[in-house]
C-alpha cells in the first residue's frame, strides 16, 4: 500500500475543520501533516493536540517538503493565485468551490495543474452521495433514458448567524445569494448530467433577512444539448436539500435528511417505466471524506478522479452567466 498523501489544509475555518473531523478516519490514504490559518488562536489548542504543524503563513505549507498536496478552504477570490502558487511550487490542489468566479479563472487553474502533471481535485461533495453516485450510474448506463428536466434546491439558514462583514457574505466573493454557497453544487451536478449550458435566466431577491447580497436565488437554465434545469437556494430559510432528475425512461428524486456537514441519511423516492413508485432509506454516509481519498488515489495514480477539467470549466461558465444574469435580470448567454 501506498503511504498515505501528506496534504496541507488551507483555510482552518468552518469547512477546514469539517475536513480535519472526517480525514481522522481515512489514515491509509491521506494525511493532514500541516495547517494554514491567519487567525491562530481558535484552532492552536486542536492542532497541537493532532501533532498538525500550524503556521500563518500559505508560504510554509508551499516550501514544506511533507506537503505533496494542499487542499483550500479559503475565500473564493483567493483560489485562482494561491493555485498558481502551489502548482509553482509543485503540489497538488484539492481546491473547495467555486474553483474561480470566472471562465478564463478556471480555465487557467485547469491548465496549470494538466499542464503540470498535478491532480486538481474539487470540493464537490455531492457527487459522492450515494443515491446521487447511484443516479449518476444510472444515468450513465441509460436506464433514465433521454433526461428532459433537472429540479434541485439546496437551502440552510446557517449564514444568518455570521457578522455581515464575513467574506461569505461579500460581493466579490459570493454575489447572487446562496449560488456559491449551496447552488454550485447543483450547477455542478446538472452540468455533470446535461454537459455545457445555453444560458441562463437568474432572480435574486432579499425577501426576509437583511443578507446583502441577497437570500433567495433562483436560475433557469437551458443547455447546449438540450434539457433544463431549475436551480434554487435560500439563506434564510430552515435546511433542505432536493435533486430530482426526470427522464423518458425513469425520474429520481434524493432528499437529505440532514445537512452534509453532520450526514444523517437520505430518501429516495423513483420510478422507472412499467414500474411503481417506491422509497427507500440510505443509510449515512461521509461524502466530504470520500472526495477527498479519491483524490488521494488520483495522486497516488490509482485510479483518474472523476471530475474532468471540461466539467470544472464548464460549470464555472455557467456561474459567471448566473452572475450576470442575476445583475441584468435577463437571460444570459453561457460563454
Not at 449551496?182 to 452540468?191: A, E, F, K, M, Q
Not at 441562463?200 to 431577491?205: F, H, I, K, Q, W
Given at each position: 500500500m501506498s503511504d498515505p498523501?501528506?496534504?496541507?489544509?488551507?483555510?482552518?475555518?468552518?469547512?477546514?475543520?469539517?475536513?480535519?473531523?472526517?480525514l481522522e478516519a481515512a489514515p491509509a490514504d491521506i494525511r493532514v501533516v500541516r495547517a494554514v490559518e491567519p487567525n491562530l488562536e481558535p484552532v492552536r489548542a486542536r492542532c497541537a493536540q493532532k501533532g498538525i504543524a500550524l503556521t500563518a503563513d500559505y508560504a510554509d505549507a508551499l516550501n514544506d517538503p511533507a506537503v505533496e498536496a494542499v487542499v483550500l478552504a479559503t475565500p473564493h477570490a483567493l483560489h485562482e493565485r494561491q493555485i498558481e502558487a502551489?502548482?509553482?511550487?509543485?503540489?497538488h490542489v484539492f481546491c473547495e468551490k467555486p474553483l474561480a468566479l470566472t471562465k478564463a479563472g478556471a480555465q487557467k487553474a485547469v491548465a496549470l495543474c494538466r499542464d503540470a502533471g498535478l491532480t486538481l481535485g474539487m470540493g464537490h461533495e455531492r457527487r459522492w452521495e450515494p443515491p446521487v453516485a447511484d443516479l449518476l450510474a444510472k444515468a450513465d448506463a441509460g436506464d433514465l433514458g433521454r433526461i428532459h428536466q433537472i429540479e434541485a434546491n439546496f437551502s440552510h439558514d446557517k449564514f444568518l448567524a455570521l457578522d455581515r462583514g464575513n467574506w461569505r457574505l461579500k460581493a466579490d466573493?459570493?454575489?447572487a445569494g446562496g449560488m456559491t454557497a449551496?447552488?454550485?453544487?447543483?450547477?455542478?451536478?446538472?452540468?455533470r448530467l446535461l454537459g455545457p449550458a445555453q444560458s441562463?435566466?437568474?432572480?435574486?431577491?432579499q425577501l426576509s433577512s437583511d443578507l446583502p447580497q441577497g437570500d433567495t436565488v433562483a436560475a433557469y437554465v437551458r443547455f447546449k444539448g438540450g434539457g433544463t434545469s431549475y436551480v434554487s437556494a435560500s439563506l434564510a430559510n430552515p435546511f433542505v436539500s432536493r435533486f430530482a432528475v426526470y427522464g423518458a425512461k425513469g425520474w429520481i428524486d434524493i432528499r437529505d435528511k440532514a445537512h452534509v456537514e453532520s450526514p444523517a441519511g437520505w430518501i429516495v423516492t423513483s420510478a422507472f417505466t412499467g414500474g411503481p413508485i417506491t422509497t427507500v432509506e440510505?443509510?449515512?454516509?461521509?461524502?466530504?471524506?470520500?472526495?477527498?481519498?479519491?483524490?488521494?488515489?488520483?495522486?497516488?495514480?490509482?485510479?483518474?478522479y472523476p471530475i474532468t477539467g471540461d466539467q470544472l470549466v464548464d460549470n464555472i461558465a455557467l456561474l459567471e452567466a448566473v452572475f450576470a444574469s442575476a445583475l441584468s435580470g435577463k437571460i444570459e448567454a453561457v460563454a
Open positions: 498523501v501528506g496534504i496541507a489544509l488551507i483555510g482552518m475555518g468552518w469547512w477546514g475543520q469539517k475536513m480535519l473531523s472526517v502551489a502548482v509553482a511550487a509543485g503540489k466573493q459570493a454575489p449551496t447552488g454550485i453544487h447543483l450547477l455542478d451536478l446538472s452540468v441562463v435566466l437568474c432572480v435574486c431577491e440510505v443509510p449515512p454516509a461521509e461524502p466530504v471524506k470520500d472526495n477527498l481519498v479519491a483524490f488521494a488515489r488520483a495522486v497516488r495514480g490509482m485510479q483518474p
